[in-house]
């Protein structure tokens, strides 16, 4: 079997490899993995290959991916173990219901933009599931972060009609649920403050969305530039002999104000 190490087939040889990992004398960590001890894994090799995409180099695209692919054929070869399924049973199962979502492309059904192949996808995923008569959101983005969940709760409300026609009475809301905040703020109660703190960033994001663009890349990036201002105003301020910590506000958004512009 050791001549499976120089198989000719990429996938042939990686499926061997994570066998042989998890087979009697293989890796120790690998043979103690379990579906659910590998879930933080999933999650994070996930948001590796977004920063990846992100960064725009293919070489590291195509390493994260790589190591994202390891993830369904390590679950495969654990399920595998019990008889539960396997890859081919996965591959098997994702082919099937990619032809069933797209009766435009392999049936009779037309669709001619993005936006009727989404609605198409959503109601045969309701039959498929048999939650045709659960309401429209059931079980939309369970297991999400909170940010990309309401813009993805929105989109399929969108999908209705249910929807403002433009960004302008976004703003008109985002200002409403500013000022609901203000009020909760001000009588101090911390539990209509977290409410209406929810409602304002759910406005935020239903802005993002009316403006096409995804929140969640849109804060990641908003968090790298503020990380990289941070550290040049850190070197900044550290040429000139200070330290952090020992300054007032004042004197650190002026540093602030000096590096922003060059990074």
């Known amino acids: 079997m050791e001549d499976m190490l120089n198989h000719p087939d990429p996938m042939t040889r990686l499926r061997y490899v994570v066998h042989r990992l998890r087979a009697p004398g293989g890796c120790p960590w690998d043979m103690e993995q379990t579906h659910t001890s590998l879930i933080p894994h999933v999650i994070e090799e996930a948001y590796e290959v977004a920063d990846a995409i992100r960064g725009g180099d293919p070489e590291q695209i195509c390493d994260e991916l790589g190591d994202i692919l390891l993830q369904p054929v390590l679950h495969a070869e654990i399920a595998s173990e019990t008889g539960a399924f396997d890859l081919d049973k996965m591959a098997h199962g994702l082919t099937e219901k990619l032809i069933r979502r797209h009766p435009h492309v392999f049936g009779d059904k037309s669709a001619a933009t993005s936006d009727a192949v989404l609605k198409q996808w959503d109601a045969i995923k309701r039959v498929e599931k048999g939650t045709e008569h659960e309401g429209l959101l059931h079980g939309t983005g369970n297991g999400l972060p909170a940010l990309m969940r309401a813009q993805k709760l929105q989109k399929k409300a969108a999908r209705v009609g249910f929807d403002w026609p433009d960004a302008t009475p976004v703003f008109a809301k985002i200002r409403e649920e500013a000022a609901e905040l203000e009020e909760a703020i001000a009588k101090g109660d ?41 550290h040049a105003m850190e070197d900044h301020l550290r040429k000139q002999g200070h330290e952090l910590g020992k300054l007032s506000l004042e004197q650190m958004d002026a540093a602030w104000d000096e590096v922003k512009h060059s990074v």
């Open 190 to 230: 911390k539990a209509h403050m977290e409410e209406e703190l929810g409602d304002l960033l759910f406005s935020v994001v239903n802005l993002a969305r009316k403006l096409g663009i995804e929140s969640e890349p849109a804060l990641a990036a908003a968090n790298e530039k503020f990380t990289r201002r941070f």
